[in-house]
Every structure is written in structure tokens, then in C-alpha cells.
């Protein structure tokens, strides 16, 4: 099996815990700083429609559909999307990153953003993904990403783009098959959407408020 395969059967195994923790609000970084971190980058350029690639359970798509957002997303685990069907009246598919790149999935509109909360964990998927948001897009969208903070590999002594061990790292709970993750650094992230099409690449860093480190960083891109 190839690492991509990897991740995605390890989240179709952890999924029963991972909503588990995510709805008892069990992620403290998600609750300090993250969530409400990227539901004020999106809501920030009013979007009429919203996109929420990997939405899992659906959290971040109820908290976009509240603001009077018309929502739709996508996740590989059937569970997550039963579950985010139930919070939010909109196109829901499960579907695997290769499908939105391949366009298999069809929407019935175009979106005025896309969000995709950590979400991206392979290499090629996420390339090809990447580079086939543009066409999802209306002319002046914009894709959202959030993604742990490249540097808090530096602390670690391995700043360096690569598949890194240790998917479910640092989860309270029971995870099981732990999968390969691949890391960028923050100037190959810039790199790769650029190469995906998206011409204008905004970071914002977020920092854990008792600790002071930083926690993530949220890519707003524009076509
Ligand atoms: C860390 S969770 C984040 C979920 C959600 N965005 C949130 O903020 O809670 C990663 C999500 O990506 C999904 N995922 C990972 N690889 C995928 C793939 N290749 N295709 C579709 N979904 C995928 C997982 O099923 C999982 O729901």
C-alpha cells in the first residue's frame, strides 16, 4: 500500500476517536487560537459560497453555514459526512482529493471560497488537488488553507520538505495504524501554489496565547 493509501485508511480506522475529540472539544490548539483563527479568515471576504475540502465532521462548514454562508464539502470518511449532513443543509459527497482533482464530483456552482482545514497530509494528492482549484473557483475566489506551522519542525531539527512519521502525534485517545505525513516548509508551500495557479500567496501566523508559540499558519490565495 503507498503512503496516500496509507492516510486514508488510517482515517477511515480513527474515525469512531477523532470525532470522539473533536466534538468534546478535545484539541486544545483548536480551541485556543485555530478554529476561530480560520472561520475570521474566510468570513473576512464574505463569501456567498463555500467549499470545505477534507470538512470532516463538519464543524468549521456549521460555523460558515451560520453566518448565512451557502456550504459544501467533501471528506473521504463516510462517517464525517453523514455527520456534517446533519449540521448543515448543502452538497456533502464523499469523495477522496484524486475525485475534485479528476473532476468527478460535480457542484452545482462555483465558489466564492475554498477552505481546507487541516486537511492536506499526502504529497501528490495534495498537488493534484491544488492544482485543480483554480477551475472551482469564481474569478475573484479564494482558497484558504490552514496547516500546522512549518517552523515547529525547526525546533525539532528537521526543517526539511519530506514524509515525516507520526500521524496521530500528540492526540489524547485511542488512534490506531499511525500513517506518513509530508511536510513542507513554509517557502515550498508558497512554491506550490504558485505552481497551482494561485498568483497572490497572503500568510497570517497564529500563536498559541499562553505559550506565545506559534500554533499555524492560514495561506490565502487568490487566482
Ligand atoms: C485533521 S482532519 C480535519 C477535518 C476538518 N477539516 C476539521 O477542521 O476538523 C483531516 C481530514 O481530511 C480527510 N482526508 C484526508 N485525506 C483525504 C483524501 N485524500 N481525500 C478526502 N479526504 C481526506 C480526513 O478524512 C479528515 O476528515
Known amino acids: 500500500m503507498d503512503k496516500e493509501e496509507h492516510i486514508i ?6 474515525a469512531v476517536s477523532w470525532l470522539d475529540i473533536v466534538q468534546s472539544g478535545g484539541i486544545e490548539s483548536r480551541k485556543l487560537v485555530t478554529n476561530q483563527a480560520i472561520v475570521n479568515a474566510v468570513i473576512a471576504v ?33 462517517g464525517f459526512i453523514e455527520k456534517a449532513k446533519e449540521k448543515v443543509v448543502g452538497e456533502f459527497f464523499v469523495a477522496s482529493y484524486e475525485d475534485i482533482a479528476s473532476k468527478s464530483v460535480s457542484f452545482s456552482l462555483l465558489f466564492d471560497a475554498i477552505v481546507i482545514n487541516f486537511a492536506l497530509l499526502g504529497k501528490e494528492s495534495t498537488e493534484n488537488l491544488l492544482s485543480s482549484l483554480p477551475q472551482y473557483l ?28 507520526g500521524g496521530w502525534e500528540g492526540l489524547p485517545g485511542q488512534f490506531t495504524i499511525p500513517y506518513q505525513w509530508y511536510f513542507r516548509t513554509l517557502g515550498d508551500w508558497t512554491q506550490l501554489l504558485k505552481d497551482s495557479g494561485f ?13 506565545g508559540k506559534l500554533s499555524s499558519v492560514i495561506f490565502t490565495c487568490s487566482i
Not at 9 to 14: E, K, R, T, V
Not at 46 to 64: F, H, M, N, Q, T
Not at 199 to 211: A, C, L, M, R
Open 9 to 14: 485508511l488510517s482515517w477511515q480506522a480513527n
Open 46 to 78: 464574505k463569501p456567498a459560497s463555500v467549499l470545505d475540502i477534507g470538512c470532516g465532521e463538519g464543524w468549521l462548514a456549521k460555523k460558515l453555514y451560520d453566518q448565512g454562508i451557502r456550504v459544501s464539502g467533501i471528506d473521504i470518511v463516510p
Open 138 to 165: 469564481n474569478g475573484n475566489g479564494k482558497l484558504f488553507i490552514q496547516t500546522l506551522h512549518p517552523y515547529s519542525r525547526k525546533e525539532m531539527g528537521d526543517y526539511t520538505t519530506g514524509w515525516k512519521p
Open 199 to 211: 498568483y497572490e500567496v497572503h500568510i497570517t501566523e497564529t500563536k498559541h496565547p499562553v505559550s
